[in-house]
């Protein structure tokens, strides 16, 4: 039902208004007819004692939604200069209302007029004032355009309610439908996309529209007042062979059906989101397959742009669905669906022991996120343990690892088993927690003179609190002699509290140090009482956070190292109306299975040589300056260098677990591992870290060969022409040319011209 919100007398009270019937006894009450007297004689206080009608939802709870919670309404002012100037507007009103859905007109306290209008969706408050504005040839109060707009009410006497239409006591929105309504409304604004006169966002309160041109070079050739609803003419683009006019047809059959007025703009949204990871994320494609649903070229035009920004990118689980069900119904979809650029690669079926026991109790879409975010607290247990890398430096397992995923994905999924993985040491924690407790309780209860008992020896206490002071960090590296301290952060602003006093990006600096070997970390006090320590900085961590946070979280330090060397992962999202994911029963059989792997670690000490992970690592090594030297992209080859090193510690952490011995699947595990660490970093920072770098690239994320793109044979001129459509460093092309040619991917023949190898069979 239509919910409003009430304000009488000065009690607010958030109730739903039901009926016409209600609606006038509101109006109607002794209190609003004696203020309103006392308003038309200039009482400003009695006027805002006036009951108000806000036109936005309630929530279930009964509490006022505000302005994120938009209705299919939107109010308005008209000032008028005396009782026929209001006559004279009133009337040009209800000669238009149809064209501009009015829902309801009545004069103000000052007898002005206050209407209310059905609003386009997808337009902002502004747009949808303005056409009312240009309709009626009326001026318009442009301080009035925000979504959460209050109006006095005045009586309902016959000659103060000019006309009220009861569907305006019906709310086709959901809570959900409207808050996604907002989202894109803001993103209209934010985006420059209103298509409102120039002026109208700085003018007065007699801003007359119709006087000025419309800003949009287009928006004046179409009548946005009426939405078309003249269907193009089906598109005759095909995915894979598949009419875009039958993968849209199976869409709206997986989801409800095609949508009606009221609902349009957010189910297009929703469908321009999943529909671009097959249009390349491309807007001139999804405006020539997206149907209109009765709306204008301008109103989809505004829905795809929005679309168009959404995080991730790519082909989504549900959009790999309706392609599935259209294979099945004898298509060719299924063998030619994107995957390295569209999903995050699969994970092995056949894992590593130690991997398949944490998994064990995982539902299946959340066991890749738990397999990659295991590591830190895995690593956490080696203490002074070293590997030598391909480079012929020497690393401790130095791992830190982010769960980047969107509201509600699940990231509480890695939850249970770390908390089992780090079980000893939380028992130890918690015994030399209490031993420092006790030791700062004495020394609390001695005067200021008495003399102190020292600091107890041996407080190993390696996992530390979210809101821990750089001191205290300081002073837990110290004294934990070179084990790994450990966090957990629930999200990944927890980090600020290392900041120190006030420094910007100072937690940057210990990610970077920490995966650093060798490095030192403290600080120098001269007082006594100060922490003034400088350890070794050995710290490991896991943290969560949205994918939006994520990437504001980082945006200022892009190319200074974090990103590089953090290892990142994801969780899908799940088709709407899922049922919700069933864990297992972490219980003492559990972890009896796990503690030989942990004891095995906890032993591990000095130098530690594993042949098949330097070998496998070189591999891998080789592996990603193919893909990079293929796809020239800059970008990818600089998360690729110390993203190996990663899955080289993770490979050296699985062997020393399973008692230093390999096992094939680790190969096959940690080769999964890399790609997907690469894919997420690409996915989610390679555009801006490309920008940050003012490096041109696709616009596709994930590399892409540019062999690809070229002929079976072709010409230096062919790769130049590439080059130039890429906006890419011309410069560059013999060096490119070259490196294909020393990887051999091609050859030169005898007339000038290059064939590709993998054409040669």
Not at 475 to 490: G, I, S
Request: hydrophobic letters at 35%.
């Amino acid at each position: 039902m239509r919910k409003i919100y009430l304000d009488g007398q000065g009690h607010k009270v958030a109730a739903p208004v039901t009926s016409k019937e209600e609606y006038f006894a509101i109006r109607n009450t002794v209190s609003n007819r004696q203020n309103l007297m006392k308003a038309h004689q200039g009482d400003e206080d009695a006027k805002r004692k006036l009951v108000q009608f806000n036109y936005n939802d309630l929530l279930p709870d009964g509490k006022l939604a505000g302005c994120c919670h938009p209705s299919s309404y939107f109010a308005g002012d008209v000032d008028c200069e005396g009782i026929q100037a209001s006559k004279e507007i009133a009337q040009r009103f209800l000669e238009h209302k149809d064209e501009i859905g009015l829902m309801e007109l009545s004069r103000s306290a000052r007898y002005g007029l206050h209407y209310v209008c059905r609003r386009q969706m997808g337009r902002t408050i502004l747009e949808n004032q303005v056409r009312v504005a240009q309709i009626t040839k009326t001026e318009m109060d442009t301080s009035a355009h925000d979504l959460q707009r209050v109006m006095f009410t005045v009586t309902a006497d016959s000659d103060e309610l000019l006309y009220l239409d009861e569907a305006i006591f019906q709310e086709p929105l959901t809570i959900e439908e409207s808050e996604r309504e907002y989202e894109l409304l803001k993103e209209r604004e934010r985006a420059g996309l209103e298509e409102v006169p120039a002026g109208a966002k700085k003018a007065n309160k007699h801003y007359r529209p119709w006087e000025e041109e419309m800003s949009d070079g287009g928006c004046q050739k179409e009548d946005v007042s009426q939405p078309s609803t003249i269907s193009p003419q089906p598109s005759e683009k095909t995915f894979n062979g598949v009419p875009y006019t039958d993968i849209i047809s199976e869409w709206w059959r997986q989801h409800g059906g095609e949508p009606k007025e009221g609902v349009r703009n957010i189910a297009l949204h929703k469908l321009a989101v999943h529909l671009r990871g097959i249009c390349d994320n491309r807007q001139d494609v999804l405006m020539e397959v997206m149907p209109r649903v009765g709306l204008t070229d301008a109103e989809l035009r505004s829905i795809i742009a929005s679309a168009c920004k959404e995080q991730p990118k790519g082909l989504t689980s549900e959009m790999k669905a309706v392609l599935k069900s259209l294979d099945a119904k004898g298509g060719e979809v299924a063998e030619s669906t994107p995957t390295i650029s569209s999903m995050p690669p699969e994970m092995p079926k056949k894992l590593p022991k130690l991997i398949k026991l944490l998994v064990s109790k995982t539902p299946d879409i959340y066991k890749p996120t738990v397999a990659q975010a295991v590591f830190p607290s895995l690593a956490t247990h080696l203490w002074k343990a070293k590997f030598e890398y391909i480079d012929g430096v020497m690393h401790e397992a130095t791992l830190m690892n982010v769960v980047m995923a969107e509201t509600g994905a699940g990231k509480s999924c890695i939850d249970k088993p770390i908390e089992r993985i780090m079980a000893d040491i939380d028992e130890r924690d918690q015994v030399n927690l209490k031993r420092e407790q006790a030791w700062k309780d004495a020394a609390n209860s001695k005067g200021a003179n008495k003399d102190k008992d020292k600091r107890p020896e041996g407080l190993i206490i390696q996992r530390i609190d979210h809101d821990v002071t750089n001191a205290a960090f300081v002073l837990r590296l110290q004294e934990a002699e070179e084990h790994f301290l450990y966090l957990k952060a629930n999200e990944i602003q927890m980090f600020d509290a290392l900041k120190g006093n006030g420094k910007s990006g100072h937690q940057f600096q210990i990610m970077c140090l920490a995966f650093d070997p060798g490095s030192t970390y403290g600080q120098t006090r001269a007082s006594a009482q100060s922490v003034s320590y400088r350890p070794r900085l050995l710290f490991n961590w896991n943290a969560c956070t949205t994918i939006k946070m994520g990437q504001s979280y980082f945006r200022n330090v892009l190319i200074d190292g974090p990103l590089n060397r953090i290892n990142f992962c994801t969780i899908p999202e799940r088709p709407i109306g899922s049922p919700i994911p069933k864990y297992g029963k972490y219980d003492a059989k559990f972890d009896e299975e796990l503690k030989p792997f942990i004891d095995n670690l906890c032993a591990a000490r000095g130098e530690i040589s594993c042949p098949e992970a330097y070998k496998l690592a070189k591999k891998l090594d080789e592996e990603c300056k193919m893909k990079a030297v293929e796809s020239q992209s800059r970008t990818y080859e600089n998360f690729t260098f110390r993203g190996n090193v990663i899955a080289y510690l993770k490979a050296c952490v699985l062997y020393v677990a399973n008692g230093c011995k390999w096992e094939k699947s680790i190969e096959d595990f940690i080769r999964w591992s890399l790609n997907y660490d690469l894919w997420c970093k690409m996915e989610y920072f390679g555009d801006a870290v490309t920008q940050a770098n003012r490096f041109n690239r696709p616009s596709n994320n994930q590399p892409k060969s540019l062999l690809l793109e070229l002929n079976q044979t072709f010409t230096r001129q062919d790769v130049k022409d590439l080059y130039v459509k890429k906006g890419m460093d011309v410069s560059k092309v013999a060096q490119t040319i070259r490196a294909w040619k020393f990887r051999n991917l091609i050859i030169e023949l005898e007339d000038g011209t290059y064939k590709q190898l993998r054409y040669a069979a």
